[in-house]
Structures are given as structure tokens and as C-alpha cells.
């Protein structure tokens, strides 16, 4: 039985305005087990955003636990958050933020030289056979002005997976891009999950997305819905 990777047990999170208090989690539960791909859809401002920075110790929940592998992180102090992030989780998100001034392969290797363990060497050679994974081996030496939409996001996929998270977590990773190259996306991504058993959270307006994905879930009233 494939591990719980990630445990979130009575979530909740509030927002205030001039006019009233919003709960935009309300008691939320939810897991997810190692290799699963997990879609998260919703209407805009149903809580998809507020979620994934909650399970990206982006932000912090006003009560409830998050549990990483067992270890609760929700009331971990931010100097542990900062580590705890860049060792367990990848983000890719809509736009890519990639480094103008720095080429695909250096925008890969940037996350795995902060408090990696790793020599600069072992570091490199990995994001060089990750951008290969990616179908970007004659990319290496190009900066981003000199890269398609597509292949933008693809370098952003391949710095998303240069720490070997235990859980990438994707923001509408397909909201720029036209059809065609979101198919390529999509295919992608499901072949990292099947391939190397990579655990994968994506919030989307997507449905042709959200139906490639093991499970979809839709945000309303603050709770996770299993479709």
C-alpha cells in the first residue's frame, strides 16, 4: 500500500474585508498517497490559490494540521518552513519565473544550490539530464528570450524536479499556453508521475487537465469535493 505523503486534517483559513469575514477553508480534509496525480478545480476565488500556498508553507492556516510524512508542519518555526520547502516541494506555476539573466540550465540548478547537500558538479548534471527529460537537450545555453511558451514552462518543470520533491505542486501550469502546447504539459506531466512515481497536485481551470489526473476534487464552501 502506497504511503500517505501528505495529511491536512481540519483546515481552516479566513480572509477579512471592509464588510465581512470570508471563510475560504472551512474544516478542509484531504491526503494524498506517493504517485498519485491530484487535480483541484474550483470557480475563481473558491480558496484553489489560498489551498496550495497552505500545502506549499506559503502561508499559514489559522487552525488545523498539515502533516508531511507524518511530521507536522503547520506550527514548524519559518526558519525549519524554508528547508522543509525546498527539500520536500517543487512549485511550477502559470507564469514560469524563470531568471532573465540566467540560461535554462542555470535557472534549473538555481534551487538545488540553495542548501542542497550536493556538490555544484552533481547538481548540474543532474538538470542536464532533467532538461533532457524534458526534450531540451539543445536548450541548455539559451536564455529565456530565446525560448518558446512551451519550452519556458518546461524548463520550469525540470527546476520544479531538480531537489527530487516528494510533492510538486502546480498552479493552472497551463493558463498561458495555447492548446496544443498544453497538451505536450499535460502529457508530460502525467508521464512524470507514472514514470517516477511522482506525487503531483495541480489547481486548474482545466478540465481537459483535471481529466488526466488520478482524482479531481472541486473547492466549494471551503471543502474538498472528490468528482
Keep these: 500500500m502506497s504511503e500517505v505523503i501528505l495529511k491536512i486534517e481540519k483546515l481552516n483559513k479566513h480572509y477579512k474585508d471592509k464588510k465581512r469575514d470570508i471563510h ?15 487535480s483541484v478545480l474550483g470557480k475563481s476565488g473558491s480558496g484553489k490559490t489560498t489551498f496550495l500556498n497552505m500545502i506549499g508553507m506559503l502561508d499559514q492556516p489559522d487552525s488545523g494540521d498539515i502533516y508531511y510524512a507524518g511530521q507536522n508542519v503547520s506550527k514548524a518555526p519559518s526558519s525549519k518552513i524554508d528547508i522543509l520547502r525546498n527539500e ?9 519565473y524563470l531568471l532573465p539573466e540566467f540560461t535554462a540550465l542555470e535557472n534549473v540548478m538555481l534551487p538545488g544550490l540553495i542548501g542542497n547537500k ?8 543532474r538538470a542536464k539530464e532533467l532538461l533532457t527529460e524534458m526534450g531540451l537537450s539543445d536548450r ?29 505542486l502546480a498552479d493552472e501550469p497551463t493558463g498561458n499556453l495555447d ?32 481529466n488526466i489526473t488520478d482524482k479531481r476534487y472541486h473547492l466549494t464552501k471551503g471543502k474538498l469535493e472528490l468528482v
Design 179 to 210: 492548446e496544443e502546447t498544453s497538451d505536450v504539459i499535460h502529457s508530460l506531466l502525467r508521464k512524470i508521475c507514472k514514470e517516477k512515481n511522482q506525487t503531483i497536485i495541480v489547481v486548474t481551470h482545466s478540465t481537459e487537465l483535471a
Design 88 to 96: 520536500m516541494l517543487g512549485f511550477i506555476f502559470q507564469f514560469h
Design 24 to 38: 475560504i477553508l472551512n474544516d478542509l480534509d484531504f491526503e494524498i498517497k506517493k504517485g498519485e496525480f491530484v
Design 140 to 168: 541548455l545555453d539559451h536564455k529565456p528570450t530565446e525560448l518558446s511558451g512551451g519550452e519556458k514552462q518546461r524548463v520550469a518543470i525540470a527546476r520544479a524536479m531538480i531537489n527530487e520533491p516528494k510533492i510538486i
Design 118 to 125: 550536493k556538490s555544484k558538479d552533481e547538481i548540474e548534471k
